[in-house]
């Protein structure tokens, strides 16, 4: 399976590639949330783990437009955000 990682903390995106990677996941990286939505959008992905608060593109929107689309592949966002409403809302 592909993943596609849309994250912008670097270390955390190369932890998670090796880590997913050994379990023999294939992990393509994009570090900003118009790259990610445009790399969403030309390929077939198993699933997108996604950063809440991007570069350029929310978390949020991304999902929202995809599934806009029709694309319904499954979608983990990760979030520092831990306020109730900031989790109600993704």
Excluded: F, N, W
């Amino acid at each position: 399976m592909v993943i596609l990682l849309i994250e912008d903390d670097l270390t955390l995106a190369r932890e998670l590639g090796t880590l997913l990677g050994q379990h023999g996941y294939a992990v393509e990286h994009v570090a900003d949330g118009i790259a990610g939505l445009a790399r969403a959008e030309s390929g077939e992905y198993g699933l997108i783990i996604g950063d809440r608060m991007l570069p350029r593109l929310d978390g949020l929107e991304i999902v929202r437009r995809l599934r806009e689309r029709g694309d319904k592949t499954p979608v983990l966002l990760l979030s520092a955000l831990d306020s109730v409403d900031e989790r109600v809302r993704g």
